[in-house]
């Protein structure tokens, strides 16, 4: 039986990632589906960077950005005592920073398809905009916090180049699952590679059919 260990510590990071995610990438997704700024386009082109840099490239330049002489790096170093390199706290910046446009995309296209109408309908009966935004756009926009959050933890869980790069493989700290796959193919453990493989293979397919299931409003509510 394989070890169970990455698959808790690429489950542990997944949630993490998500939930980060849904606090940074919410306000972001608003902003931009509604901002007629220059500057609109410039962001969208950085926030989906992610989708076609190579993750050994990306996770490059983040290992640089951790690194103990960079001020990030050095700045965590200094409070914790710990290098942010090669841990499950660097893991977790690698991971906000790779699946950034799988949260922000869907909630930008939910935004976008509800439009500004509900706020100011909510603002002529005197609701801020904050309330007018948690008690009418949410729920409006329920499916895309259900797709970006899905997709979000999905794509967290297959992470492979990124996590190399900037966790390695250190048993208990940053070999996720996708690490262990390859080295059980390295060493030639095929077995164990095989069963590990599957279940990514049935988690992706489970996936998929719950977010066009989401889409095409079939027979679930959310």
């Known amino acids: 039986m394989p070890d169970l260990g990455p698959l808790w510590l690429s489950l542990a990071l997944a949630s993490v990632t998500t939930v980060i995610l849904l606090f940074i990438g919410t306000p972001l997704a ?20 992610p989708l076609v840099l190579p993750p050994t490239v990306l996770g490059f330049y ?13 700045f965590w170093l200094k409070v914790t005592g ?32 509800v439009g500004r109408g509900p706020v100011e309908a909510a603002a002529t009966l005197r609701a801020n905009p904050l309330d007018a935004f948690f008690y009418v756009v949410v729920p409006l926009s329920a499916r895309g916090f259900v797709t970006a959050a899905v997709l979000t933890f999905a794509h967290t869980i297959g992470e492979f180049g990124v996590v190399l790069m900037v966790g390695g493989n250190i048993p208990g700290e940053t070999r996720v699952i996708s690490i262990a796959i390859y080295e059980h193919v390295e060493t030639l453990k095929y077995s164990e590679a095989h069963i590990l493989s599957v279940g990514l293979i049935a988690f992706a397919f489970a996936v998929l059919l719950l977010v066009y299931s989401i889409r095409r409003g079939n027979g679930i509510n959310v």
Request: aromatic share 10%; glycine share 8%; no cysteine.
């Open 62 to 74: 983040i290992l640089i950005a951790l690194g103990p002489t960079s001020p990030i790096g050095g």
């Open 30 to 49: 608003w902003w931009l589906s509604g901002t007629q700024s220059r500057l609109r386009p410039a962001i969208e082109a950085v926030t989906a960077l």
């Open 82 to 113: 710990e290098a942010l390199t090669f841990s499950f706290s660097g893991l977790v910046i690698a991971s906000v920073v790779y699946s950034l446009p799988f949260m922000v995309q869907p909630l930008q296209n939910a935004f976008s398809a």
